[in-house]
């Protein structure tokens, strides 16, 4: 079996956020391992531990659906093996990157994320005010069969000012500088199920 993410994935990842700061990759994982990892989000929604996302951070912190409509559940290892694997795989996505871009990203934290129809998150950049840590975010999509007109794409305001529109198809991969990269969720027509997650430095502030 081949590995995936391949080492040219890698390598191709790390030179694209250093030529352009952001990356698309179609196949990151398996289709089984994408596969396990969408059954294992719908599966933790119908129990209903998959809660509305806050926005914010501290004091600061809440739930506004005005501003972003998913429900969230933040992963931990030991979970399942699925999450294990893909945990694994940022891993080595990680260890790819500070080697090649010397970000010197210290650890990965990640939650499903799951939009009902209709649900969106407003333009925002993935840094908390009080909080300069994330510095790489990683959003891998879980939806077999997307179609285009569904919506949902993961509009992203390239540095360069063009718009780049992402359907969020199982299997893909987008990968940005947390910093340089402002985006947003459009409201899709059906279910939207991803996995969302954020390389981080350590922290230069003490807050
Ligand atoms: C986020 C986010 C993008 C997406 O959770 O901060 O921007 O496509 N998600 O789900
Ligand atoms: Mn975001």
Same mark, same amino acid.
């Given at each position: 079996m081949s590995e995936y993410p391949s080492p040219e994935q890698l390598s191709s990842i790390v030179d694209d956020l250093a030529e352009q700061g952001w990356s698309l990759q179609p196949d990151f994982l398996t289709q089984a391992l994408t596969l396990e990892l969408a059954e294992e989000c719908r599966k933790r929604a119908a129990q209903g531990t998959l809660l509305p996302a806050s926005i914010g &951070?501290?004091? &600061?912190q809440a739930v506004q659906e005005g501003i972003r409509g998913d429900r969230i559940q933040w992963l931990e290892p030991g979970q399942s093996h699925a999450c294990d694997q893909y945990l694994a795989k940022l891993e080595s996505l990680r260890q790819a990157i500070n080697q090649g871009l010397y970000l010197g990203l210290e650890d990965y934290e990640s939650h499903f994320a799951l939009y009902p129809p209709g649900a969106f998150y407003k333009k925002h950049v993935d840094r908390f005010r009080d909080d300069d840590r994330r510095a790489v975010s990683v959003v891998l999509y879980l939806n077999q069969q997307w179609q285009a007109e569904q919506g949902g794409e993961l509009r992203l305001h390239l540095p360069d000012g063009q718009v780049c529109d992402v359907q969020p198809q199982a299997g893909v991969l987008v990968i940005f500088l947390s910093a340089g990269m402002p985006h947003e969720v459009l409201p899709a027509q059906r279910e939207r199920l991803s996995l969302t997650g954020w390389f981080r430095r350590r922290g230069s502030s003490s807050l």
């Open positions: &951070r501290g004091q &600061r």
